[in-house]
């Protein structure tokens, strides 16, 4: 089985500063792309930032300059570094993986359970 755990969510005044992090962990041979979505109340989730095995990342446009989505592919990890936070950016953030397991052929998408940042103005 494989498992996501984050970490790093909480309460934050408005022009502040989260690192949230995400460790994958158990049988994995193979971990592609990682990323990050949000999801607020009553909203769709979507997604915040990517980032492939070879280090290329993407971000939606109203994280753009103040995100930066990091991996240390050694520990199986992401990082979301989060800067001038706005109340806007208030939702659950949820890791997301492309994982080979090992002794299985195929990556298959993985999720975390989520963690809160809220961010008061």
């Known amino acids: 089985q494989v498992q996501l755990v984050e970490s790093g969510g909480g309460l934050v005044q408005a022009g502040g500063s989260l690192t949230l992090s995400c460790a994958a962990s158990g049988s994995i041979f193979s971990i592609a792309a990682m990323g990050w979505y949000r999801q607020a109340p009553g909203k769709q989730r979507e997604l915040v930032a990517g980032?492939?095995?070879?280090?290329?990342?993407n971000y939606r446009d109203s994280v753009k300059g103040r995100f930066t989505i990091s991996r240390d592919n050694a520990k199986n990890t992401v990082y979301l570094q989060m800067n001038s936070l706005k109340p806007e950016d208030t939702a659950a953030y949820y890791c997301?993986?492309?994982?080979?397991?090992?002794?299985?052929?195929?990556?298959?998408?993985?999720w975390g359970q989520g963690t809160q940042v809220t961010v008061s103005s």
């Open positions: 997301n993986a492309g994982v080979a397991r090992s002794g299985t052929s195929g990556y298959k998408a993985y």
């Open positions: 980032i492939t095995s070879g280090g290329s990342t």
